[in-house]
Each structure stands twice: as C-alpha cells, then as structure tokens.
C-alpha cells in the first residue's frame, strides 16, 4: 500500500464519499491510487480548483458533512483559496488536501514551488500540515477531519509529491510516534445553570421582544417556535439562517440587513429586548439603537459570542440544548399587541413584494421573476443565490417552508459560488431539486464554465433536476446601484456594462435545457418547464437593470442621490429614476392607509 492508497482509504474509512478536485503532476500519486481504489471516494472533477472548492462548500452547506477538495501544487492550491476563504467565514467544514513539489526540490525556486504552509496559515489557521514521512497518518488526516467537525472551519493538508509514491508504514508504539483513531464523538456545549436563569429573568421582563436567528439555530427550529410563542416575539433572520425557520409563520419577518425586509427593519427599530440565537450578523446598524434594548446571545463558539451588540448575557452553548433549559424558566406573556403589530407589519411586507412584483419594467421585473418562482417551488428544494442583486430577490422574495434548504456566500460575499454550490448539494442529496439564481456577471465569471460539469454528472442523480436562472440584464447590476446611492456616481459602463450572452443556448450545446425569456408572460412558462425536466435547465431572464435594490429602510436622501446620479450621468436611463419611485411608493401605500404617515413617507 502506498501512502496515496493508505489516504483515500482513511478517507472512506471517515465516510467521504465525494472528492470535489481538478487534476495535476503535483496529486499524481493520488491519482493513480483513485484508479486502484475503483473511485472511492468518487472523484467529482470540476472545471477549476475555485469550482472545486465551492463545489465543495455547497456539499458541507446542504449536508452538514465535512466537504473534501483536492488540487496539484502551486496554481492549483492557489486557486482554491477563495472557496475556501467562503468556507472558513461562513463557518462550513472544509478540507482541502494539495500536491506539493518533492522533498528534493523544496528550497530550489522549482517549478510549480510554493510556499504552501505560509500560503495556507491564514485559512486553514486552525490545522494544517505537510506529510513529510508515511508514519504521520493516520494521525494528520484524522485531526484534519476531526478539527473541521469539531470547529467548523478548514483545516489543509499537504503532501508532496514522492511522499504520495512511498510505501505506507504506520506509526509503532515508540517514542515520538503519534497514533490515531477514528471518529468524532458529538458534543453539545451547555451554559451555566445560573446564567440561563439571568437570561430568561431579562427575556421576562421584556415587553416588546426580537429574535434574531442564523445559521447556528438551524437545528433548533422547535424550540425557537416555542420561545417566539410563549415570549409574543418576532423573529427575523439573518440570510445565513434564511433556512432555519418556515417563512408561513406569521411572526417570522423574513431576512434582515440591506438585502433584508422592511418588517425586519421595524422590529429591530421598536423593539425593546433582543435575542440572538446562532448569528454573528455583523451590520451593527441594523440591530437596536445601543440604549434601547437589553440583549442575550447564544452560541456554541467562545470566540463569537458579545460581538456585535453590547448584550447583557452571553451565552456560549448549542442553541438546541440551551434553549430547551431555557424554556421552562419563560414566562407568557399575556399582553399580545407586540406581536399583532409584527404579524401585521409581516403581511402588509408580503402584500407590498407581490406589488413590487407587479410593477412594470423593460423587458422583465426581476421581482417578478423570483416571486414566480416562490409558489412554484417543491418543498424540499435545495437553494442558492450569487451575490449581486439576485441575492436581493432571494432575501426578499422565496419564503422557506417545508424541509427547504438555501445558502449563499454569506460573509465574504464572493461571485461565482451559485452554481457551484447547487452542484455540490446535488451530490449531497441526489435525489432532490436544486435551483441557483445568478445575475449574468457571476454566470460569465465561472457559472458557465460549470454547466459542463453539470452536463458530466447529472444522469448519476436520481432526481435530474438543476435549474439555473441567470438574470441577465447586462450589468454588474448591485455595484452599479451602491455607486448611484452611496457616492452620487453615474454608472460607469466600461467598468459595468457587460456583454449579452446567450446562456440557454449555451446549456443545449452541451446537451442540457434551456429557454430564453423575453416576456413577463414567459415567465411562469419557464419556470414550470424547467421544474418538469428531465435534465439540468437554464432559464436566461432578460431583467431590466432599472429595477433597483432598494433597501426597504432606504431614506429619501440615498434616493435622491440615486435619481442625480442617473440625472447628471445616465440620462438616457430616465426610466430608473420612475422604477425607484414606483418601487418605494409601494412600500408606503399600506402605511399611509393604515396609520398616519411619518414625515419621511410623507
């Protein structure tokens, strides 16, 4: 056996069964061990390391596995990093094993050389390793797996090229050999007895309570029903935590932040105690004025728990666990009108999305076409949005329900991971419909070049179905839209406008589906065709880049700026200008019918 055979053997031996990688001279020997070892764990070849790397962070998103990925030397260990950059700051379980050049080589400037430990230190901060000699596994792979579970992080490990051909020898019972066995026993961290007692006196004597929600309550939705119930609270959700709770709850005020709701807006606004379950949402402005609200965390990591808010009470614990010894000691609350007033503000939010949906626009409203797609979607949908403006929509207009999952590239917000990430929860769960919604800068960065591995894999997946909805509306549309309203700046087209790509025909040319829209009345059309077939489907949405992303808290003066902006410097884009004003004028409509105006909807 040799060491590349002794690797994928502990591999299964820890139940990977997918290997998200590209090819290289620096994995060579592992190559060949996968020929020996009848592809197991199966090589899953994308069209670039970066593929390969979100490939396998949707793998760990939609699965909850540790994700596996695999690249030569140099370049290709290089490129990986940016997925693994989005594993590490969405706190996904990632290991990436890289080629490195031979022992005798090392220090001699040769090709392909790259300081890979250096390179790696940042990412992979919490374990990574180079395999120097056959008797340092099992023990590197078992803490590199064992680290990724246990924190949630990535962890690297390296192993040069001649070390991948030695025989294997494992580690014996003598001095400065470290051997290692298998497994990761669960664990689930509890607070203090005394200090859940302190948090539920806080939540007690609080009259108007918020939840906040991520990613880290996912697996408590339960029990954050129950404490939403017995404390009359609202809940809104961080768009990591999109998934953690049903959008049909009437107290649920959907995503919160710049891509978030207005409802969500309003409950951080008024309310006057906080509780934040499984989030590290880092935008500080849109959580309660400092003054306003007495405040409780829970989380399972030491080092993320009193960021953000000065809360009272942290604590640091799994929210499962924490919030069933915390149930008991809540009292309810019998006065109701808090949470009438958010229930009320949810329905109008959606009453106003099905407007904004309605609103005209050349050719096709972006919010119509994912709001289309929001009753046509099958319970157990898995989900993706790129960042951009289409990440806007999905934060606004897909409301989760039954067993539905959804991601994104949450904290570094990177392009290109839409596809991607469907590709991988598709191996996660084959049998199971996934849908990506991109804009066309994302589908042209690298979207594209994935359609292709779509196209190598798909007739393995029980349920054939990926649909891949590019809103093409030929601009870098989320940049364009920041520059009007946060600097007063035109758009600069040599920097933003980008070229028409026929991306449905593209997809039939490698032997996949796929339909162009140019009509609002081609939309539902589509997506019903798309969720019917036989094979991955790519509808290409032509969207009016007028459409903005307006924040649902956006003040009059960033619209103003917005409208000078397009005035001064895109005046032969006048339309955005009436899009902006129709959109924000049907936010207000129910607010002024319902309550007296305020000055600003005034």
């Not at 768009?239 to 959907?254: I, M, N, Q, R």
């Not at 010894?325 to 949810?346: A, C, G, H, I």
Request: net charge negative; with cysteine; aromatic share 8%.
């Amino acid at each position: 056996m040799k060491v590349s055979d002794y690797v994928l053997a502990r591999l299964r031996d820890w139940g990977v069964d997918h290997v998200f990688a590209y090819a290289g001279d620096g994995i060579n020997g592992l190559l060949a061990a996968w020929g020996r070892a009848d592809n197991r764990p199966k090589f899953v070849q994308a069209r670039h390391e970066e593929m390969a790397a979100f490939e396998a962070v949707g793998y760990a998103k939609f699965s909850g596995r540790v994700g596996v990925c695999a690249a030569t030397s140099g370049p290709g260990a290089i490129h990986l990093l940016n997925g693994l950059y989005d594993a590490k700051l969405d706190h996904v379980p990632v290991v990436a094993i890289v080629g490195q050049t031979n022992r005798s080589a090392m220090g001699g400037s040769y090709q392909q050389e790259v300081d890979l430990l250096s390179l790696y230190k940042d990412v992979a901060s919490e374990y990574c390793e180079m395999v120097t000699v056959p008797e340092q596994l099992p023990n590197v792979i078992d803490r590199a797996m064992r680290i990724a579970y246990a924190k949630r992080t990535v962890t690297a490990i390296v192993i040069p090229a001649d070390v991948q051909e030695l025989d294997y020898s494992p580690p014996s019972h003598a001095f400065k050999m470290v051997p290692s066995s298998l497994g990761m026993a669960p664990y689930a961290p509890i607070p203090a007895q005394e200090d859940i007692q302190r948090a539920a006196e806080l939540l007690n004597a609080g009259q108007k309570v918020a939840v906040l929600v991520g990613q880290g309550a996912r697996g408590a939705r339960a029990e954050v029903e129950q404490v939403a119930e017995l404390l009359g609270a609202g809940v809104a959700k961080a768009l990591l935590g999109k998934d953690a709770l049903s959008d049909e709850l009437p107290y649920v005020t959907g995503s919160i932040g710049l891509l978030g709701t207005r409802p969500s807006y309003e409950l951080m606004r008024d309310c006057d105690t906080l509780l934040v379950i499984g989030s590290s949402f880092p935008y500080t402005q849109f959580l309660p004025e400092f003054d306003q609200a007495r405040a409780v965390q829970i989380d399972i990591d030491p080092g993320m728990v009193g960021l953000r808010y000065p809360f009272e009470i942290n604590l640091v614990g799994d929210s499962h666990e924490t919030l069933t010894r915390l149930l008991p000691l809540l009292e309810r609350k019998t006065d109701r009108s808090w949470r009438e007033t958010v229930e009320s503000n949810t329905a109008r939010w959606w009453e106003v999305m099905q407007r904004r949906a309605a609103v005209d626009a050349d050719p096709v409203n972006p919010e119509y076409v994912v709001h289309t797609l929001d009753g046509l979607l099958p319970d157990n949908a898995m989900l993706a949005a790129d960042s951009g403006s289409a990440a806007n929509w999905y934060a606004r207009h897909l409301r989760m329900r039954g067993t539905m999952r959804g991601s994104l590239s949450g904290t570094l917000a990177t392009m290109g991971p839409g596809v991607p990430y469907v590709i991988g929860a598709k191996f996660a769960h084959p049998g199971r419909p996934a849908i990506a919604i991109v804009g066309d800068g994302a589908m042209q960065m690298n979207g594209l070049a994935e359609l292709i591995t779509a196209a190598k894999y798909w007739q393995e997946w029980d349920d054939p179905r990926l649909v891949v909805a590019v809103l093409n509306n030929h601009d870098l549309n989320q940049v364009t839209w920041e520059m009007r309203a946060m600097e007063g700046a035109p758009q600069f087209e040599p920097s933003q406008a980008l070229p028409d790509v026929r991306y449905a025909d593209f997809a039939v040319s490698v032997g996949l589906h796929g339909v162009r829209v140019e009509k609002p009345d081609q939309v539902e059309p589509a997506w019903r065709q798309a969720l019917a077939a036989d094979r991955p489907f790519v509808i290409d949405f032509r969207t009016d880049p007028a459409v903005p992303p307006i924040p649902p808290h956006a003040t009059l003066d960033q619209i103003q700026a917005a409208a000078s902006a397009i005035l001064h410097g895109d005046s032969d884009r006048a339309g955005m200008i009436r899009q902006g004003v129709k959109a924000k004028i049907q936010e207000f409509l129910p607010g002024r019918r319902n309550r007296p105006g305020t000055q600003e909807e005034q």
